[in-house]
């Protein structure tokens, strides 16, 4: 830690009443409230916030802190607890999701974040200055990292929606292909996001529950709150997916009933040229015999014969619905 800065993070001080002060370089450290606790942020890459995690947490602790992840976890230890949280980049697609994630330290009246994001920007820090409205406990501080990264979630869901919505509209102009290819990936996407979000919801539950002396129930009732919005985003993807098989459905059946019709099309077609087949096959035995052999308008009553069974036997099956 150098002038209170920690690589090329910040530390920031909350006195558990709403307000915040953010340590400048050159100033004192500033001392912590009895009710406030410590934030420090820094790079997960930088060499001087590893080599100052190293020095304050322990090698087996900071080497927890910057193991490499790719999902949402809680993992606690006596009356510290390391949570690992997943957070979309701003501006991404719903096909790329990105993998940022923020790793927490939480312990009494100290709070660590090691992460690539600028988490200065992510918590809205202006905001929190101007209505003295910063988190007032770390489990606080926790609950709305994570309401945040629920926000960057809901506008890429709802564009999941509407891409589900073209998907159908395509369905019903019978561009069953276009609509295979646009549901395939689609659901790709669903199942992404699906282990992005369940996993990060079981982490705010299981720090809810666990035994953390400094954790009071207001601070729990916060973590159930936010894991409770994570989990109704992982209904609403749940929703998008029970669609998406109803949609896939459709598509099988719509292909279905066009494989029918064109099995019903050469069905009729056997049935109307059967009978022909029957009575020109006979009449072009090469043997002596048949009947009009020598005639002069014999082939051409027999091509009427021929049309008037034909389209006799159309006729028929139009009577009956077959066609």
């Known amino acids: 830690m150098h002038n209170g800065l920690v690589g090329g993070g910040a530390v920031l001080v909350f006195d558990g009443k709403g307000g915040m002060t953010r340590h400048e370089p050159g100033d004192p450290l500033p ?4 009710t406030g606790f410590k934030l ?3 790079n997960s890459r930088g060499p001087e916030f590893k080599l100052w995690l190293k020095g304050e947490l322990g090698e087996f602790n900071s080497g927890l802190i910057m193991a490499p992840t790719s999902r949402s976890r809680c993992t606690v230890m006596d009356d510290r607890a390391l949570v690992v949280l997943r957070v ?3 501006g991404a ?3 790329d999701v990105g993998r940022q994630f923020l790793t927490i330290w939480i312990e009494k009246q100290r709070v660590i974040v090691a992460s690539e994001l600028n988490i200065l920007d992510f918590l809205g820090l202006a905001k929190w200055e101007q209505a003295e409205h910063a988190p007032l406990t770390p489990a606080d501080l926790i609950a709305r990292l994570a309401l945040r990264a629920t926000d960057r979630l809901e506008p890429l869901i709802e564009m999941l929606g509407d891409r589900l919505d073209e998907v159908e509209e395509t369905l019903i102009t019978h561009r069953t292909e276009k609509a295979q ?4 990936q689609l659901r790709r996407t669903l199942i992404g996001f699906r282990r992005l979000v369940w996993p990060q919801r079981d982490a705010l539950s299981t720090l809810e529950i666990e035994d953390l002396s400094f954790f009071s129930d207001r601070d729990r009732l916060r973590l159930r709150d936010a894991a409770l919005r994570t ?3 992982g209904d609403e993807l749940q929703a998008l997916s029970e669609r998406a098989v109803l949609v896939h459905e459709e ?3 719509d292909r279905a009933e066009q494989m029918n019709r064109a099995m019903l099309v050469l069905a009729a077609v056997t049935v109307i040229f059967s009978p022909l087949t029957l009575l020109t096959g006979l009449l072009g035995m090469n043997v002596t015999g048949i009947p009009f052999a020598d005639h002069p308008a014999a082939f ?3 091509c009427g014969v021929v049309l008037a069974l034909g389209l006799g036997a159309l006729w028929l099956m139009r009577r009956r619905r077959w066609l």
Not at 181 to 184: G, K, Y
């Open 93 to 95: 697609a719903p096909h």
């Open 181 to 184: 290819d646009n549901l395939e």
């Open 300 to 302: 051409w009553v027999v």
């Open 251 to 253: 598509i099988i059946d």
């Open 31 to 34: 001392e912590v409230a009895p």
């Open 40 to 42: 420090i942020v820094g």
């Open 231 to 233: 989990a109704r985003i």
């Open 88 to 90: 979309v980049r701003p």
